[in-house]
């Protein structure tokens, strides 16, 4: 068994889907075919989910209407005709019904976003699998909802591989097909409630799947021609990574490459699978491979931009210092809004704190201060990463301007700046 991933830009259009069927036609053996949402289909739930959260109703179903459309258009486009399969007619409706008929006041905002934004791989899946079908590829279509069990940490939900792995072998075991098509970012509950496991997460879902499944490989196909050193839309001059081992694969994830979910690598490093990196633009190209046995980069400089930050810095209204037995109850808020921590930097009585942009930031600083601390933040942040940093580097990040924050250790560099165009 192989695993595939395909992301949102490899299947945002009709040509996009026949590119993925032809890459999938031409594989051999068992394969089983993860896809995220069409395009920006995510981003276009997620403004869906605001609308609805905050009651507007109608605005809410006019950004269904062109949600709608946009799927549409492509189906029409695959079969050369108006058409619409079951699935997706269904799937429809019960959006629908959420929008007009529900009351968001019932249920958390994140309860509502796994359960709004999750229809985004239910109906790619549904359009693909189709496709497949219609053209001779036979498929089986599964719903990772009953496959992946998690837990209950909605919008940033963790796979429960023992409790998976009895389902999703259970349902391989009990079919008889070369071909399955499963969603990524998705799973439920042990009680069936919807859950999501982080934007992005359609990778780890692959890599979740292919454990369980002791895949030879896993491979994701992207519109880059493998791993490189830097966003070619904000850096010139990037060269490529044939390999990685694992280590450094993990490091790069978290500290905000593109390339792979940060979760990703653990479930396949356990079980040695190797993961491939692709373009599905020419899938001629040979790609990069993470997999164990390669030594570690210690030349090429590695930059990686994450976006989307906060600069937050916390001290206490008494000044007194700001020592480990306050870490614990600042990190337990942190954790009770879900608020990721990218990079930590602490003085005598500051603890500064980069953070991934939060709808709860005036919530949890209202909580520190209800608790005795005094905050302060900075938006519109990037966290700026590079691996294997030269003299030069240093020299010239150092010094640009609207620099918050710096941290470097032997091979890495971090700079907090204000968000920047590209280099």
């Known amino acids: 068994m192989k695993v595939y991933k395909f992301g949102g830009a490899s299947v945002k259009d009709a040509a ?15 394969l089983f075919v993860i896809v995220s949402a069409m395009g920006k289909t995510t981003n276009a739930l997620e403004r869906l989910l ?15 209407q062109e949600i709608v459309s946009y799927h549409n258009a492509i189906i029409e486009e695959l079969w050369g005709q108006a058409y619409l399969p079951d699935r997706a007619a269904r799937l429809y409706m019960e959006l629908e019904e959420i929008v007009a008929t529900m009351n968001p006041a019932l249920r958390d905002y994140e309860v509502w976003y796994d359960r709004i934004v999750s229809y985004g791989e239910l109906l790619s899946t549904t359009i693909v699998s189709e496709y497949l ?3 001779g590829l036979s498929n089986i279509w599964i719903d990772m909802r009953e496959c992946f069990v998690t837990n209950s940490r ?5 796979v429960d591989l023992e409790r998976s792995a009895e389902r999703l072998k259970a349902l391989i075991s009990a079919t008889d097909s070369d071909i399955y098509i499963g969603q990524g970012f998705i799973g439920a509950t042990e009680d069936g409630a919807t859950t999501t496991i982080g934007r992005e997460g359609s990778d780890y879902s692959a890599a979740v799947a292919g454990h369980i499944l002791d895949a030879e490989s896993v491979t994701i196909w992207k519109d880059v021609r493998g791993i490189l050193n830097g966003d070619p839309k904000r850096f010139d001059d990037v060269v490529d990574i044939p390999q990685m081992n694992y280590i450094d694969a993990i490091e790069l994830a978290y500290s905000g490459a593109q390339i792979i979910h940060p979760k990703t690598i ?3 490093q356990n079980k040695n699978i190797p993961l491939h990196v692709r373009c599905f633009l020419d899938s001629s190209l040979p790609g990069s491979v993470i997999k164990g046995g390669v030594g570690k980069i210690r030349t090429t400089p590695i930059m990686i931009v994450k976006p ?3 600069l937050l810095t916390i001290r206490a209204n008494d000044l007194s210092f700001m020592l480990e037995e306050r870490f614990a109850r600042i990190f337990a808020l942190l954790d009770e809004f879900m608020v990721k921590v990218n990079l930590i930097q602490s003085s005598a009585v500051n603890l500064d704190l980069c953070i991934d942009r939060t709808r709860h930031l005036d919530e949890l600083t209202a909580r520190l201060k209800e608790e005795g601390y005094h905050t302060v933040y900075n938006s519109d942040m990037e966290l700026l990463t590079i691996r294997n940093y030269t003299a ?9 301007p609207e620099v918050y924050l710096t941290q470097r250790t032997r091979r890495t560099l971090q700079i907090v700046r204000r968000s920047t165009p590209k280099q």
């Open 392 to 400: 030069e580097q240093l020299k010239a990040y150092e010094s640009m």
């Open 154 to 158: 909605h919008k940033d939900a963790n």
């Open 266 to 268: 653990k479930p396949l």
């Open 50 to 64: 605001d609308l609805f959260y905050d009651g507007r109703c109608k605005e809410a179903l006019d950004m269904m």
């Open 133 to 135: 079908n219609a053209t």
């Open 308 to 310: 989307s930050q906060v």
């Open 16 to 30: 996009g889907v026949k590119n993925l069927a032809a890459i999938v036609g031409q594989s051999d053996g068992k």
